[in-house]
């Protein structure tokens, strides 16, 4: 079993920073791809961007820019640095683990943007 804890949410005002973590534990041989994905009152989950265990980073169009992803395959651990937030931005990010042919969530950690 594989799990996955999101960290480093909050409250922040627009034009503000927050880096969020995803850990994964468990009963892990090797990770593949990890991402966040993020969900806003009332829309549907969409992709923020994800990070292959070979480094290869992508990001969704919209998500282009503003965010950056990067990962500790040692500890497996992925982190999003989110800067030059938009109240836009507010939503429950979510953590997504690639093991073999499984995917793992996290529980999500929510951002809030604004003043």
């Known amino acids: 079993q594989v799990k996955v804890v999101e960290s480093g949410g909050g409250l922040v005002q627009p034009g503000g920073s927050l880096r969020l973590s995803c850990t994964a534990s468990?009963?892990?041989?090797?990770?593949?791809?990890m991402g966040w994905y993020r969900q806003a009152p009332g829309k549907e989950r969409e992709l923020v961007g994800f990070?292959?265990?070979?480094?290869?980073?992508h990001y969704a169009d919209s998500m282009k820019g503003r965010f950056t992803i990067s990962r500790d395959n040692v500890k497996n651990m992925v982190y999003l640095q989110m800067n030059s937030l938009k109240p836009v931005d507010t939503a429950v990010y979510y953590c997504?683990?690639?093991?073999?042919?499984?995917?793992?969530w996290g529980q999500g950690t929510q951002v809030t943007v604004s003043s």
């Open positions: 990070i292959t265990s070979g480094g290869e980073i």
């Open positions: 997504d683990v690639s093991v073999g042919s499984f995917r793992y």
């Open positions: 468990g009963s892990i041989f090797s990770i593949d791809a």
